[in-house]
Nanobody
Framework: VQLQASGGGLVQAGDSLRLSCAAS????????MGWFHQIPGKEREFVAA?????????YYVESVEGRFTISRDIAKNTVYLQMNSLKPEDTAVYYC????????????????????????WGEGTQLTVSS
């Protein structure tokens, strides 16, 4: 699977922005997709993920709960990250990723939050939020 992220930019605190990640190649509705971010000198961190098991679940890191929304357009093989009420601390390079594992539902949150469980990564897109 090849992933292409887009939509980053320079915004002001309080603004909204939507990131997109288009998947191509050997895509499948059974894989899960996530967003991570990274700032210089730090490890890549989980932001949000969407996984289809017996039900569809979305998971978020606590710091973005209620502000960010992950969604998927299966027909377009695209995942989005709608980011509202942006804060300067959201500034980072954002990466989308896809994985093919199928954890049991009770372990899904932990599973999709770990970079090692993703098979494909897109190029990052920079988000800068000014105060």
């Amino acid at each position: 699977v090849q992933l292409q992220a887009s939509g980053g930019g320079l915004v002001q605190a309080g603004d909204s922005l939507r990131l997109s990640c288009a998947a191509s190649g050997r895509t499948s509705t059974n894989f899960f997709m996530g967003w991570f971010h990274q700032i210089p000198g730090k490890e890549r961190e989980f932001v949000a993920a969407s996984i289809r098991l017996s039900v569809v679940r979305q998971y978020y890191v606590e710091s973005v709960e209620g502000r960010f929304t992950i969604s998927r357009d299966i027909a377009k093989n695209t995942v989005y990250l709608q980011m509202n009420s942006l804060k300067p601390e959201d500034t980072a390079v954002y990466y989308c990723a896809a994985g093919t594992g199928r954890p049991i539902l009770s372990q899904a949150r932990n599973y999709v939050s770990q970079t090692r469980n993703y098979n494909s990564w897109g190029e990052g897109t920079q988000l800068t939020v000014s105060s």
